[in-house]
């Protein structure tokens, strides 16, 4: 917003507070401060003076402003409106970290650096309420002062970030901090900012002639529908895209990464889903669309593609950072009982994300999502695992055919020093990369086929078509075979001494096979009996040339060898002992085992009652029968299948008695002849006398008469009467 000049209320407000006697716009100091230009992009002797002369001026201005006590301080922020142009200016023009520029000069670099300190000390001394117990402004009257004045606003804000965070983070985030406490109208500022930050993803979204969840807001205009792809575009628009893109997301980054606290304002517009979805369209589109022009211009090829990779990497952190202080903070910082809603807000997040593959897979790379479900299942009991299991799965299926990498720490931003900035230091030098000596030593030895070092080399030079082979063996030895850490590093410039002294067009010594040909080859013969390349003699009798000839079909049957060999074995069946000869006293333990009141409930199931064989075939054994394969052909013998048919048809003739259910005392009869018969033919002698004597009595007779005819009122159910009725109607054959 442009500035507005304060009104009478609050020069009397900030009087109230301490500033001594009240304050006029007529008191301001007259001193006119000059817009900023950055540095030239060349070292033309006329641009550098102006630059120096211009910076000059702004530098020595800020240190007289900042020399000025507090009450005069703050009327000169107040009423000059030359100051907060001269602010603004600086905010959108200072070079931000991963700006290309030229290699300055000492006093280009030097005055820049200068400038830098004193516009942060600015802002530093313009966020402070209290300078002293004598030099201060009441909390409501600071945020009014600075509210109304226009002092601070959000652009503002995101531009401190991006230009002060590195280095100065502890005393940003105080300030940004400070403004949001005394004067809580910013953050509705702050929340009618997030749909433009959305319109801008839009805006991006459009101009590379696609349409996502970010744009969706908006109808689509007739004159986008023809719009180009980046792969068509001009060279020199993708070139804008993907500046604009670099600078929104480190933006964005910084800002979150300075003032978590409007995570939660972000949310509001469900920025997590837009911003995958907005990634998830985008970055895959511009990848390609660089590779496929990388051999117009290579230096201007690797610069974007340099951007493009610090955009991907800003782009995953913004979404950490959100994730972070919405989901896992707040678990670890809450009681048990309210940890739930932010499992819940954690699952639904990546419930909604789970078709944005790519984002996912890269996403987990720098961050796994296993560590966080891991964290979540440690803090309750109650997770589900269903949903959980899910979400782990979808990430697993996001890495299909794509070769997963270890995870690990996030790198670090674009053209950043690998040590910590000097606080309120420039933010436009270049750095040097003195770790990955230290991550090349540290990488494990790696064995790989030559076809596998063929493919990495090829990764590499396919994004860099300049590099030698031998140079690109060499980075991939250094690194670990890391294809990805070394285009990246090539292309920061951010190699280990030992290989930025290489020749980049060093081609690769080819070192012959010692393996040859023939003894590596390997198939279903290797090393059997006919395998000629592993043995000198082979037996040329096991070689049949030819169709094999097979004997005729009647000499195999008429060879009986077979059923020689087994005659022997079923004569030894033949011999069957008829009776086996008891010892006395073996004997005794058949003579007690009758009793005539068991339980003749389950007689009526006759097993083998109809069958035609006679007592004696039950209860004796069957001689044995030689196969008729095996017997000795005699002449005029007759078989003795044709007497068992005959005496089978005899059988068949005869009528057949119904024994639907026969009477129990005759089956008793019958059981006991067949007992008497099988004891007497083993020479036992049975006394009777006492069955003869009961069976003689009166009383046993009548009652078993009476057990007979009430039988069928308990455990028969009535079967046999039933079976009666049913054969005088007609329902059972006779």
């Known amino acids: 917003r442009p500035p507005v000049p304060t009104s009478a209320q609050s020069v009397r407000t900030a009087a109230h507070g301490g500033l001594g006697s009240p304050q ?72 931000r970290k991963f700006d290309a520029a030229a290699a300055p000069t000492s006093a280009v670099g030097d005055l820049q650096r200068r400038l830098h300190r004193s516009v942060f000390l600015t802002f530093l001394r313009m966020s402070t309420h209290k300078e002293s117990r004598d030099h201060f402004i009441s909390p409501s009257a600071f945020g ?28 940003l985030q105080k300030m940004i901090e400070n403004v949001f406490v005394q004067q809580a109208s910013y953050y509705s500022d702050l929340e009618e900012t997030v749909p433009t930050v959305l319109q801008v993803l839009g805006s991006i979204l459009r101009q590379c002639g696609l349409r996502g969840d970010a744009a969706s807001a908006e109808p689509q205009k007739l004159g986008e529908r023809g719009r180009t792809t980046p792969s068509h575009m001009p060279l020199e628009e993708l070139k804008d895209i993907v500046l604009y ?23 509001k517009h469900d920025f997590c889903y837009r911003l995958a979805s907005f990634y998830e369209a985008a970055i895959p589109e511009l990848e390609a669309a660089i590779k496929k ?26 979404f950490h950072i959100l994730i972070n202080q919405l989901c896992l903070l707040p678990i670890l910082e809450s009681s048990c009982d309210n940890i739930q809603l932010f499992i ?117 030079k396919d994004l860099l078509p300049d590099l030698g082979e031998g140079f690109v063996l060499a980075c991939l030895e250094h690194y670990g075979y890391d294809a990805e850490q070394v285009i990246n590093n090539i292309l920061e410039e951010r190699l280990a001494p030992s290989l930025s002294r290489l020749d980049r067009t060093l081609n690769r010594q080819l070192e012959p096979d010692p393996t040859p040909l023939v003894t590596s080859r390997y198939n279903v013969f290797q090393n059997d009996e006919f395998d000629v390349f592993s043995r000198d003699s082979v037996d040329l009798s096991r070689v049949q040339k030819g169709r094999r000839r097979l004997e005729p079909t009647r000499s195999l049957l008429n060879d009986k060898r077979a059923v020689q060999e087994q005659r022997g074995r079923y004569e030894q069946y033949s011999v069957v002992v008829d009776e086996v000869p008891v010892q006395d006293g ?73 024994h639907f259910i026969q009477d129990p005392a005759v089956l008793r009869e019958r059981a006991e002849a067949r007992r008497m018969t099988f004891l007497a033919r083993r020479g036992y002698k049975h006394d009777s006398s006492a069955v003869a004597a009961g069976a003689g009595n009166p009383k046993t007779g009548q009652e078993r008469r009476k057990k007979e005819a009430n039988k069928g009122a308990r455990a028969n159910h009535n079967r046999r009467n039933m079976a009666d009725r049913k054969r005088s109607k007609g329902m059972i054959p006779s």
């Open 24 to 95: 006029h716009p007529a008191r301001k100091a007259e001193r006119y401060f000059v817009l900023y230009k950055p540095p030239p992009d060349s070292d033309t002797p006329a641009l550098v003076e102006e630059f120096l002369e211009r910076a000059t001026f702004i530098a020595d201005d800020l240190d007289w402003l900042l020399a000025l006590p507090h009450h005069q301080f703050w009327c000169q922020v107040i009423f000059d409106e030359t100051l907060q142009k001269c602010l603004d200016s600086y905010l959108r023009s200072a070079p």
């Open 144 to 171: 009014e002062i600075l509210y109304d004045n226009f002092l601070f606003d959000i652009p503002k804000m995101l531009d401190l970030c991006v230009l002060f965070g590195k280095g100065n983070g502890p005393l």
């Open 245 to 267: 893109l670099c600078d929104t997301s480190t933006t964005l980054w910084a800002f979150l990464d300075v003032f978590p606290q409007a995570c939660q304002t972000f949310q």
């Open 293 to 318: 022009r990388r051999l117009e211009d290579s230096g201007l090829f690797a610069d974007l593609w340099q951007r493009l990779s610090h955009s991907r990497k800003k782009l995953v952190g913004v």
């Open 344 to 460: 819940e807000e954690f699952l639904q997040i990546f419930t909604s994300l789970l078709q944005e593959k790519r984002f996912l897979r890269d996403y987990d790379e720098l961050f796994p999502v296993a560590d966080d479900v891991s964290l979540l299942e440690q803090a309750s009991a109650a997770l589900d695992e269903t949903r959980t299991a899910y979400i782990l799965q979808a990430v697993e299926g996001a890495w299909e055919g794509v070769e997963r990498r270890p995870a690990r720490a996030p790198p670090r931003d674009l053209a950043e020093p690998a040590a910590a900035a000097e606080p309120c230091g420039g933010g436009g030098e270049r750095p040097e990369d003195t770790t990955a000596g230290a991550a090349g030593a540290a990488a494990p030895a790696v064995h790989l086929s030559r076809v596998e070092l063929d493919s990495l080399i090829s990764q590499v």
């Open 586 to 658: 073996q004997g005794q333990a058949f003579r007690d085992d009758y009793d005539d009141e068991y339980d003749d409930t389950y007689d009526g199931n006759q097993v083998g009652a109809n069958d035609v064989d006679s007592d004696d075939e039950l209860i004796s054994r069957r001689p044995f029968t030689i196969p008729r394969i095996l017997r000795t052909k005699v002449p005029n013998e007759r078989p003795e299948d044709d007497d068992d048919e005959e005496e089978e048809e005899a059988e068949d003739d005869a009528p057949k008695p119904d």
